[in-house]
């Protein structure tokens, strides 16, 4: 059964909208609190937590990694780049997944899938770093063969396709449908090579069957239509609305 991972990454946008330069004052109550938001989502069926930490902290911050660590039961999936200050964090914290990904500062949100192919050196050593620390890596790239090959080379257990080129062609079936085939070919390549394949980015309540009818991922991490519908339906039943929609 295909796992659901929850990013709550943008209900720390909404925080830092008002509180960025008060967390740590006790006299403010502090909304919303993404901890909080976390904690409902397992309760509502939540297999994992992502967060991404980005080196310029822009939503999540390092004390909401260590809370989550603290606090959640299921899995932590820690999202970040190969940068060496977040790096040391992820070293600290020992999150039960991390997912490595490109950033760059002028991104409103990843924008693409890591060049393991450029970057091979920079990323096999990072994520060498945190295998040997237990945590289990897995490497956000584009739906390419090639890529996969050199994710699989790094000796990476697990690969999460990126699914924005299907997610952004609605509204355009045919080239939805090329995107499609695309994310297929690419996890049933994966998956013969001894991958885990997940996917994310894009995600949302209209899309995810058509996407698990192509292939049945083993996880699929999504973050922003959660958050949204929970604006208006609330978090647990928007984390139990898509439950039940992967479940079919
Ligand atoms: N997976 C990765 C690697 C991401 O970078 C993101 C975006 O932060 C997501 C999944 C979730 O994407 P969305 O917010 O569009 O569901």
């Not at 897995?138 to 063969?145: A, K, L, R, V």
Request: proline letters at 2%; a negative charge.
């Amino acid at each position: 059964m295909t796992k659901l991972g929850v990013n709550i990454d943008h209900s720390a946008t909404l925080r830092q909208a008002r509180y960025r330069e008060c967390l740590d004052n006790k006299e403010v109550i502090i909304e919303p609190n993404p901890i909080e938001i976390a904690l409902l989502a397992e309760k509502a069926g939540a297999d994992s937590i992502t967060a991404h930490l980005r080196e310029d902290r822009r939503h999540i911050v390092d004390a909401d990694i260590y809370a989550l660590r603290e606090k959640i039961t299921t899995k932590l999936n820690l999202e970040m780049a190969c940068n060496e200050n977040v790096l040391n964090v992820a070293l600290d914290v020992v999150p039960d997944y991390v997912c490595l990904v490109p950033e760059n500062r002028a991104e409103v949100t990843t924008e693409g899938g890591l060049d393991v192919i450029t970057n091979y050196d920079k990323t096999k050593k990072v994520s060498d770093a945190l295998t040997e620390k237990g945590v289990v890596v897995s490497i956000f790239i584009d739906p390419d063969e090639k890529q996969i090959e050199y994710a699989k080379k790094m000796n990476a257990p697990v690969i999460e396709l990126h699914t924005g080129a299907y997610a952004n062609a609605w509204g355009n079936k045919q080239k939805r449908l090329i995107e499609l085939e695309r994310l297929k070919r690419a996890a049933e390549f994966a998956k013969s090579i001894g991958l885990t394949v997940n996917s994310g980015h894009g995600i949302n309540y209209q899309n995810v069957k058509e996407l698990l009818g192509a292939f049945n991922f083993n996880e699929l991490n999504i973050g922003h239509t959660i958050i949204c519908r929970s604006l208006v339906v609330g978090i647990e039943k928007a984390v139990a609305e898509m439950k039940s929609l992967i479940n079919g």
